[in-house]
């Protein structure tokens, strides 16, 4: 299957669908997120449309699939072959769904949105693709601007630690090695003109700076909606070799990391803000040149 070939969709919602849509679909409360801020940032009575981004088998912790039942029009893309068979049935039955099989980057996400005729101003983008994650949202919100995105971080970096991975057309997704921090994503957010607005878990959800109703500092988002969560460390049991970050300077912090990812030296990028003090030296420094 070539990279743009779509699996055509027939024109009436199947009972099993319906029956779905009774349930949740995202891993924890993202469903009910996105149902509250799109209710505030889209307008009313209008076809929305959506970007599933790494969309699974478009059931089992979707950000998307509620969307898609109650109408939405959109994309949904996969690269894992059997994913996208399960993606293909549960929407064949859709009419307004596109299902592609594609892997993701930063070079063909723009080509991919226009070829399906995806307009520059949609409702909801989700991304998540376990990998150069910051890369392809850097170039999708380059060329389009959607009203809300969801992205998963790799929440086990706490601010101000920077960890990016670094775009690699054979990346293989490995144990705690993918995505970025929520430091990085705060500092992409200012790049093109975003605010975050919340933190669920390890999903955070972003709006245009003019029309977002709140904007946090990736501090207080973490803190809220990962870092002080009663239930994390049951529900993310496997960060466990990760909780030292909690505990270090961010300093320590990213030395520790460059231990902990030795062998994916020179695909990442990492570090701390500088220092206030750090900053206005330099820029003295430089005024005085």
């Not at 870092?227 to 912090?253: A, C, V, Y």
């Not at 520790?256 to 750090?278: D, M, N, Q």
């Amino acid at each position: 299957m070539s990279l743009f070939d779509a699996i055509p969709v027939a024109r009436h919602l199947a009972p099993r669908l319906r029956r779905q849509d009774r349930r949740r679909f995202s891993n924890f409360d993202e469903e009910q997120i996105i149902k509250a801020y799109t209710a505030q940032l889209l307008p009313a009575g209008r076809t929305h449309t959506a970007v599933d981004l790494g969309a699974g088998d478009g059931v089992r912790h979707s950000n998307t699939h509620a969307l898609f039942a109650a109408g939405w029009r959109g994309l949904a893309i996969e690269a894992d072959s059997r994913r996208l068979y399960r993606l293909a049935r549960t929407y064949r039955n859709h009419p307004n769904v596109f299902v592609c099989r594609a892997r993701v980057t930063p070079h063909n996400v723009v080509p991919l949105l226009a070829a399906y005729e995806i307009e520059p101003e949609f409702g909801l983008l989700s991304l998540d693709i376990d990998s150069y994650d910051y890369w392809v949202l850097d170039a999708l919100l380059a060329r389009f601007r959607p009203r809300l995105v969801v992205t998963e971080i790799n929440e086990k970096i706490p601010p101000p630690i920077k960890f990016v991975v670094n775009y690699d057309a054979h990346f293989q997704l490995q144990h705690h090695f993918y995505g970025y921090s929520i430091a990085s994503l705060a500092e992409l957010c200012a790049r093109h003109a975003y605010a975050l607005v919340e933190l669920e878990y390890n999903n955070a959800f972003l709006a245009p700076a003019g029309v977002a109703p709140t904007a946090l500092t990736p501090e207080a988002a973490y803190r809220r909606g990962y870092l002080d969560r009663p239930d994390r460390r049951e529900k993310f049991r496997l960060n466990q070799d990760m909780e030292i970050l909690h505990t270090l300077s961010p300093e320590r912090g990213v030395e520790f990391l460059k231990k902990f990812f030795a062998r994916h030296a020179g695909k990442y990028e990492i570090g701390v803000p500088s220092a206030p003090a750090e900053v206005e030296a330099r820029e003295c420094e430089l005024s005085e040149v």
